[in-house]
């Protein structure tokens, strides 16, 4: 069941008339025009016990990826692929919004929109993954972990795990005659094959004004948000509106285009982070 | 399931497998006040995707700390029965079934005219009874309809559909066959008397020039879904008047 959100951060009506005369002007509370993330910072392998690992800063939202893997079965109707989950953790440490629990609908979907964005992309190559076709294929699970909140996780989340996931490398194993497999996690030399990189873009509509990567007031205020994966050749791989309002079709068009442009800044901040060949 | 082996979907006369057009619907039934209890219910088929929708309140919230002092809460559970797909689900709400309710609430918070109802709750709950591909889509149909039916006052009604991406072609209202094969799907609502979207989710790879022309697919495709809305309720509406 889905809930109006009755806890909800308290933004004075005065923070929304400056946010909104700000961006009249083409301004913004957090200094930078319309269509600019704020600072992007990368840095992978942050978690040595994982098999990789990336924290990513968006202004003052953080968020740390892990990536960790395990042997099992392949599902039925792909026997020659791996598998791949995502999960999210709004953990409580992370903002006075979040509880204690299960995920709630809210990590629910940003895992989910992240889980789509490289599965239809097939970003991480699922066939690469199979150790004994039909029966012992790799399991990635990777795991976001809200750090801190300030808004837009979506982003901060997808390009954490991007660079997660070009900084995982597999495990070393033994494969017995019984066909079991034995893993020897010291021992980390098999990147995982990455067949292409996707990211998002999170562009909330504030009135009349749309805006790249709001931080946490401009979320509160906003009247609604879209969210646009982009790979690099400027496909559009998936999209999700998430909040509570409406947009026109050519709201959505705009956003789509202004998305296409602003993904660039984010692939180069992957890019400086990752800095591994193809 | 539903994945279609070796079989073309697409043929070579344009025809999809089950005969429809690229830009064609599935036969789209719509019926209102089907249920007793329910302040308002409504009973929508796209082809065999058959979903019931029940539209509770303006009630006192069950929850009472829940109650908003400025506008009425909105709860939506969008719920598949275990016998609706292929193999048996399990009647626990799954991860997407979570991610949709919430993408559906989100899809009439800004059309039910909620300020009119401060300290209240409004319940939308949403029974897929046969699932053949565009559940959510046809799920907020049920809804629109529902919530006109029980008399809940709304900026304009709402309708859905999904455009899908097979064989590199851009179809409407795609079924279970050809989703589970698809490149791409792009489930969308709209208002058209608003010229609002509020609901737009896509799954799968498109370019910029296929997702303006799927979307203007969806978006005249819901507009005629939209006539026929009007046209249920009014139906209703007429015959009561006659008893």
């Known amino acids: 069941m889905s809930l109006t959100p009755f806890k909800v951060p308290i933004v004075p009506e005065l923070r929304k008339s400056t946010i909104l005369s700000l961006l009249a002007k083409g301004l913004r509370t957090s200094e930078r025009d319309l269509?600019?993330?704020?600072?992007?910072?990368?840095?992978?392998?942050?978690?040595?016990?994982?098999?990789?690992?990336?924290?990513?800063?968006?202004?003052?939202?953080?968020?740390?990826?892990?990536?960790?893997?395990?042997?099992?079965?392949?599902?039925?109707?792909?026997?020659?692929?791996?598998?791949?989950?995502?999960?999210?953790?709004?953990?409580?440490?992370?903002?006075?919004?979040?509880?204690?629990?299960?995920?709630?609908?809210?990590?629910?979907?940003?895992?989910?929109v992240i889980d789509r964005s490289i599965r239809e992309t097939n970003a991480v190559d699922r066939k690469s993954l199979a150790i004994i076709p039909g029966?012992?294929?790799?399991?990635?699970?990777?795991?976001?972990?809200v750090l801190d909140h300030d808004g837009n996780l979506f982003d901060a989340s997808m390009l954490a795990t991007m660079a997660a996931l070009m900084n995982t490398m597999l495990p070393d194993y033994e494969e017995l005659e019984t066909g079991e497999i034995i893993l020897d996690r010291s021992k980390k030399t098999t990147p995982l094959k990455i067949n292409k990189k996707v990211l998002t873009v999170n562009i909330a509509k504030i009135g009349d004004y749309l805006v790249v990567d709001p931080d946490l007031d401009e979320e509160t205020v906003a009247d609604t948000r879209i969210v646009v994966a982009y790979d690099e050749e400027g496909n559009i791989v998936g999209i999700q509106k998430s909040g509570p309002g409406a947009m026109s079709r050519e709201e959505v068009l705009k956003a789509v285009d202004i998305g296409r442009e602003a993904v660039k800044i984010y692939f180069k901040s992957l890019e400086e982070a990752t800095g591994r060949a193809e | 399931?539903?994945?279609?082996?070796?079989?073309?979907?697409?043929?070579?006369?344009?025809?999809?497998?089950?005969?429809?057009?690229?830009?064609?619907?599935?036969?789209?039934?719509?019926?209102?006040?089907?249920?007793?209890?329910?302040?308002?219910?409504?009973?929508?088929?796209?082809?065999?995707?058959?979903?019931?929708?029940?539209?509770?309140?303006?009630?006192?919230?069950?929850?009472?700390?829940?109650?908003?002092?400025?506008?009425?809460?909105?709860?939506?559970?969008y719920h598949m029965a275990p016998f609706s797909t292929e193999e048996r689900k399990s009647p626990a709400p799954s991860r997407r079934e979570i991610e949709l309710s919430k993408v559906i609430r989100e899809a009439f918070e800004d059309i039910i005219?909620?300020?009119?109802?401060?300290?209240?709750?409004?319940?939308?709950?949403?029974?897929?009874?046969?699932?053949?591909?565009?559940?959510?889509?046809?799920?907020?149909?049920?809804?629109?309809?529902?919530?006109?039916?029980?008399?809940?006052?709304?900026?304009?009604?709402?309708?859905?559909?999904?455009?899908?991406?097979?064989?590199?072609?851009?179809?409407?209202?795609?079924?279970e066959i050809e989703d589970g094969s698809g490149e791409a799907d792009m489930p969308v609502a709209y208002a058209p008397d608003i010229e609002k979207i509020t609901l737009f989710q896509l799954n799968g790879v498109l370019t910029r020039e296929e997702l303006e022309k799927g979307l203007d697919m969806a978006l005249s495709a819901i507009r005629e879904l939209v006539e026929l809305e009007k046209r249920t309720l009014k139906e209703e509406y007429v015959s009561t008047e006659e008893v």
């Open chain 1, 35 to 112: 269509v600019t993330p704020r600072i992007v910072k990368v840095k992978t392998g942050v978690i040595e016990r994982a098999e990789g690992s990336a924290q990513v800063e968006l202004g003052n939202t953080k968020v740390l990826v892990g990536v960790k893997t395990d042997v099992g079965a392949p599902f039925r109707d792909t026997p020659d692929e791996g598998v791949i989950t995502v999960n999210a953790e709004l953990v409580p440490l992370a903002s006075p919004l979040f509880e204690p629990g299960p995920p709630d609908e809210n990590a629910i979907e940003l895992a989910r």
């Open chain 1, 135 to 145: 029966s012992k294929v790799w399991v990635i699970h990777v795991d976001i972990y």
């Open chain 2, 1 to 77: 399931m539903g994945k279609a082996v070796g079989v073309k979907l697409i043929d070579e006369y344009g025809r999809r497998h089950d005969g429809r057009l690229p830009d064609q619907m599935r036969p789209v039934r719509m019926r209102i006040n089907v249920l007793e209890n329910a302040d308002g219910s409504a009973l929508v088929e796209y082809g065999r995707t058959r979903i019931l929708a029940a539209v509770y309140g303006p009630r006192e919230p069950v929850q009472k700390f829940m109650a908003l002092p400025d506008r009425a809460l909105l709860r939506v559970r």
């Open chain 2, 113 to 175: 005219l909620v300020k009119y109802f401060p300290r209240t709750a409004i319940d939308i709950f949403l029974e897929v009874l046969q699932a053949d591909g565009g559940t959510r889509t046809a799920a907020v149909t049920a809804a629109s309809l529902a919530l006109a039916n029980a008399g809940i006052p709304m900026k304009a009604l709402v309708a859905g559909v999904a455009v899908g991406k097979i064989e590199g072609q851009l179809v409407l209202d795609v079924d």
